[in-house]
């Protein structure tokens, strides 16, 4: 009772009475700045956010400190001086220099690999020889030539046969899908238009072989023409098999191009490019060549020109937009950002983007593909009338820690040198489509058989699909077995329980990699090439187990007699790589198409055991009663 005495003491029955003649201090009132609806079904004059206070925004302006403005008009006109020159030279590692080639992608230029159609004396690319000898076909049919010269081309280029029980067609023997292909054209039935294809390059064509008389021999010469163009158009390779930039022992491309500048010649060198895409990060200036060679005629002289455009604004996602009841973007919120204590990196973001967005300004300059340009000046005039001269970032020597810049190259060979800021945009394509892969080969670490180890994770069959490795070396393995069986004899009986194994095998797709020393070192070491033997029962002259994958058998084809094939120790980390070979394709200017055989490489899945193991002591397995 007492409490509700005291709570109606305080009540005030007239509130304007008593605002007026100030009777009770203590109440307080106050005036909201922003509209309000009260009681109404219509928003229009609250969305207009009216200030009553207009005064009040002034003095809260005034406190933050926002009256104290800085002389920095927003830009307004600026101009641009530049000296832009195009590359000139193409050397790929260890080859001669040529001029280098603009109609065809960068891409397609470097990493260009010669198509196998041989593995030793086996014939491989089945699938590719029909092609081309149906496309032959096809050109003859269309100059009007008959059926006898048609069936002289398919006798003296036809598909052989493989021996099922010969060692040497063991490859294609093996796997039941490539027999029967070989087996389904051979006999005549098809033409082997590569067979036709080098004998075309490698000798002068004469028709005293074919039922051609001297008068319509005109139309094969047509036909031979065009059937030369087909196929340098349908795969582009090097016309050189050496000349290539794909360095087997570092398992990368290494190349070099070379632009002319004011005062001599800047060298672009890619020493690890693996990646499929060229950008400028792959490349880097070398100032210890200074030249690559002068290819045929001289060089054009770098271009300088001078363009005036506007700055714009910098706009992205979830940027904070100027005007007050804007929408914004939501795909981007700053706000859902929850930086722990030590992530300095996401909120320096965030007061990027919060607090500084509207404070950058974008100058578009559009340079053209396949340019290595140098700003010579920037001036920038604002608002104002004032003109400023605008230096580049990151200027000083390169190995600055304090220095900060993008998309600038590397000083390779001197870090010391002074900071190069051209911008290079090499002309390469924008997009590459990859095949499936027709080689596939893990390069991984044996810490217990102390080597490397290339296994053969996918290869292509001599018809011209890929299988996978361990498939087609067991396949290829239940071959000689049945190739080298002789009459059983009974095994010897052991009276011990246990019995000695020098050294046990490993899949014939795993092929070992072991350390040597550099030639002149005796620490340097490196990998080579080693092969496992084939042990067979019945066998007294165990063979070597070949690679089947060309990234695998370099100098094993090569003539008049082989080479050892090395790795370099660094190129295989403990995690291993994945080096992978498809065909890439893809459309330059004017719509041409570029087909061509690459290589790309990965990082592997880390270090694994083949179980090769020697001198061991075994269990012998105790026979059924």
């Given at each position: 009772m007492p409490l509700i005495n005291a709570l109606s003491s305080t009540l005030v029955t007239d509130m304007k009475a008593a605002v007026l003649a100030r009777a009770n201090p203590s109440i307080v009132t106050w005036e909201r700045t922003e509209g309000r609806p009260r009681n109404r079904t219509s928003f229009d004059r609250a969305l207009r956010a009216e200030i009553h206070d207009a005064l009040w925004m002034l003095s809260r302006q005034w406190q933050m400190g926002e009256f104290k403005g800085e002389d920095a008009g927003s830009p307004a006109l600026a101009k641009i001086h530049m000296e832009s020159a195009r590359p000139h030279t193409y050397k790929p590692d260890g080859h001669a220099a040529r001029p280098f080639d603009e109609t065809i992608p960068l891409e397609t230029q470097v990493e260009q690999l010669p198509i196998a159609f041989r593995q030793g004396d086996q014939k491989v690319a089945l699938d590719l020889r029909l092609v081309m000898g149906r496309y032959w076909l096809k050109l003859l049919a269309a100059a009007g030539v008959g059926a006898g010269v048609r069936a002289d081309f398919l006798t003296r280029f036809p598909i052989a046969r493989p021996d099922p029980d010969a060692a040497a067609d063991a490859a294609v023997c093996?796997?039941?899908?490539?027999?029967?292909?070989?087996?389904?054209?051979?006999?005549?039935?098809?033409?082997?238009?590569?067979?036709?294809?080098?004998?075309?390059?490698?000798?002068?064509?004469?028709?005293?072989?074919?039922?051609?008389?001297?008068?319509?021999?005109?139309?094969?010469?047509?036909?031979?023409?065009?059937?030369?163009?087909?196929?340098?158009?349908?795969?582009?390779?090097?016309?050189?098999?050496?000349?290539?930039?794909?360095?087997?022992?570092?398992?990368?491309?290494?190349?070099?191009?070379?632009?002319?500048?004011?005062?001599?010649?800047?060298?672009?060198?890619?020493?690890?490019?693996?990646?499929?895409?060229?950008?400028?990060?792959?490349?880097?200036?070398?100032?210890?060549?200074?030249?690559?060679?002068?290819?045929?005629?001289?060089?054009?002289?770098?271009?300088?020109?001078?363009?005036?455009?506007?700055?714009?604004?910098?706009?992205?996602?979830?940027?904070?937009?100027?005007?007050?009841?804007?929408?914004?973007?939501?795909?981007?919120?700053?706000?859902?950002?929850?930086?722990?204590?030590?992530?300095?990196?996401?909120l320096l973001v965030m007061e990027f983007g919060l607090a500084y967005a509207n404070d950058w300004f974008l100058t578009p300059f559009r340079l053209p593909a396949g340019s290595l340009s140098r700003v010579k000046g920037l001036a920038v005039a604002n608002v104002f009338g004032e003109r400023f001269w605008i230096d580049p970032a990151g200027r000083g020597l390169d190995d600055q820690w304090s220095t900060w810049r993008m998309f600038s190259l590397n000083v390779k060979g001197n870090e010391a040198a002074a900071a190069d800021l051209a911008l290079l945009l090499p002309s390469s394509t924008p997009k590459i489509q990859d095949g499936p892969a027709r080689e596939e080969v893990a390069v991984m670490r044996d810490e217990m058989a102390n080597m490397v180890w290339g296994i053969e994770k996918t290869i292509t069959l001599p018809h011209g699909r890929p299988k996978p490795g361990f498939e087609a070396a067991s396949e290829t393995r239940k071959v000689f077995e049945r190739l080298a069986a002789v009459s059983p004899t009974p095994e010897p009986e052991y009276r011990a329980k246990i019995r000695y194994s020098v050294m046990n095998s490993v899949p014939e797709n795993w092929i070992p990699f072991i350390p040597v020393h550099d030639p002149g070192s005796n620490r340097e070491i490196r990998l080579q090439r080693a092969a496992m033997l084939r042990f067979l029962k019945g066998d007294d002259h165990p063979a070597r187990i070949r690679p089947r994958t060309e990234l695998l058998r370099e100098g094993l084809d090569a003539k008049p007699k082989r080479t050892p094939y090395f790795i370099h120790e660094e190129e295989v980390p403990r995690a291993g790589i994945l080096v992978t070979q498809s065909f890439q394709r893809t459309r330059w200017y004017g719509g041409r198409v570029f087909q061509w055989l690459g290589v790309r490489k990965t990082t592997g899945r880390g270090e694994g055991s083949s179980g090769l193991a020697f001198d061991q002591i075994l269990d012998v397995p105790e026979k059924p009663k």
């Open positions: 093996a796997h039941r899908e490539a027999w029967q292909q070989f087996a389904a054209v051979s006999g005549g039935r098809a033409l082997d238009g590569y067979e036709f294809h080098s004998f075309l390059k490698e000798s002068n064509f004469a028709p005293d072989w074919t039922s051609i008389t001297a008068g319509p021999a005109a139309p094969l010469n047509t036909a031979m023409i065009a059937f030369r163009a087909w196929y340098e158009r349908q795969f582009y390779q090097p016309e050189d098999p050496q000349q290539k930039a794909w360095r087997s022992d570092y398992l990368e491309y290494q190349f070099a191009c070379a632009a002319p500048k004011s005062d001599g010649e800047d060298v672009l060198a890619a020493d690890e490019y693996y990646h499929g895409h060229l950008d400028w990060y792959n490349f880097d200036f070398d100032t210890s060549q200074r030249a690559l060679g002068e290819p045929a005629g001289s060089p054009p002289a770098p271009a300088t020109f001078t363009r005036t455009f506007w700055p714009t604004n910098i706009i992205f996602s979830g940027m904070p937009l100027t005007r007050w009841w804007a929408f914004e973007d939501g795909k981007t919120n700053f706000g859902a950002i929850k930086p722990g204590t030590t992530d300095l990196a996401k």
